[in-house]
């Protein structure tokens, strides 16, 4: 492979939840066929096979557990390819309190070991892998989503706060969104509106509750409509901090609350340690006293205007496509001249 001249990246999947790879690939495929790479997307669940990635200069393998799978990494290897293991979840240590067996849990190790390169979409999930060559690949939006993004502020006559993923999630803890709800509900002084999606009921004084039904997105489009129409003021985002796989998710609480043009307030896990600056775009917080105090600040509409235009224009920058692809490309070569040094090496001695 001629590593200075990336030309095709075949990126390989075998069936998951349509959301998590628009998500994941989609956006990011099209960034890279916008910066001129021909990249193929080859979902071994709905037909694809190992042949449509033997012209590739680049594999990248996403969330692949199977051993069938592992057998075409090292088939790929021997035919000159380079292969990335990308891996946007905390899937591969144990013990793992979300489900699965050991066997399920710890299936990604051996593409970790035998694999190129490792990506992940967190830094803290990139320092549990394996020591060996890694790339960060940040969130990249597609243009039906940031034209959200640029929409302008709007004045909120209640204090309307949004869960916006699922309230079924074990790793939130119904008492601290109980005893948010109830903080918030004596602290505010404009009206409450709690809007929340999933399975789970939520009652507080002073406060009104509404759920709202989980649809996992296939259309992230649909999505976005959907939670711009709830004109929130604020997103939370309570994940358990003392968890290790709530430091591994991706920034996107912050991706939607900036598409929706207002803040986010989060546990202090990472990565939104690394994007939040507190009160200036966003909040972070540890208590359901400090989560609720941060909402009601935000019944200033100057501040809140201020935090919000601030969060889209994070927004924007954070996922400026052109700019990813072209660092994910420079990054990809990088990585790859030096592994192909180091297989040379070994060959000599």
């Known amino acids: 492979m001629q590593v200075s001249d990336i030309r095709k990246i075949a990126l390989v999947c075998n069936g998951h939840n349509p959301s998590s790879l628009r998500w994941a690939l989609g956006y990011f495929r099209e960034a890279l066929i916008h910066a001129g790479v021909d990249v193929s997307w080859v979902d071994f669940s709905r037909g694809g096979t190992s042949a449509e990635c033997d012209n590739a200069d680049v594999v990248i393998v996403y969330r692949c557990v199977s051993n069938d799978m592992l057998n075409l990494v090292r088939e790929w290897k021997r035919k000159g390819i380079f292969v990335v293991y990308f891996l946007d979840d905390y899937i591969f240590q144990v013990p793992c309190k979300y489900g699965g067996t050991i066997l399920n849990w710890m299936a990604p190790v051996p593409f970790m070991q035998v694999s190129h390169c490792l990506m992940a979409s967190s830094e803290h999930l990139l320092s549990k892998m394996p020591d060996k060559p890694k790339i960060l690949k940040r969130t990249i939006l597609g243009q039906e989503v940031m034209n959200y993004v640029k929409r302008e502020y709007k004045k909120k006559d209640v204090l309307s706060v949004g869960l916006t993923a699922g309230s079924g999630r074990k790793n939130w803890t119904d008492e601290l969104i109980m005893n948010f709800l109830n903080e918030v509900g004596k602290l505010a002084h404009k009206k409450v509106v709690f809007h929340y999606f999933g399975i789970k009921r939520f009652s507080a004084d002073n406060v009104t509750c509404v759920p709202h039904e989980y649809i996992i997105p296939d259309d992230w489009k649909a999505w976005f409509s959907k939670l711009v129409e709830l004109d929130l003021s604020v997103v939370i985002n309570p994940l358990e901090e003392n968890d290790e796989w709530c430091h591994c998710k991706s920034e996107l609480k912050f991706i939607e609350s900036g598409a929706m043009g207002v803040p986010v307030i989060s546990s202090r896990i990472s990565p939104f340690t690394e994007i939040l600056k507190h009160g ?26 201020e935090i919000s235009r601030k969060v889209r224009q994070e927004v924007e920058d954070l996922c400026d496509s052109a700019a990813h692809a072209s660092k994910f490309l420079n990054d990809l070569t990088k990585v790859a001249k030096e592994c192909q040094y180091c297989l040379k090496q070994i060959k000599e001695h």
């Open 280 to 305: 200036v775009n966003g909040f972070l917080a540890s208590t359901p006293k400090e989560f609720a105090e941060s909402a009601v600040l935000l019944e200033d509409e100057v501040l809140s205007e």
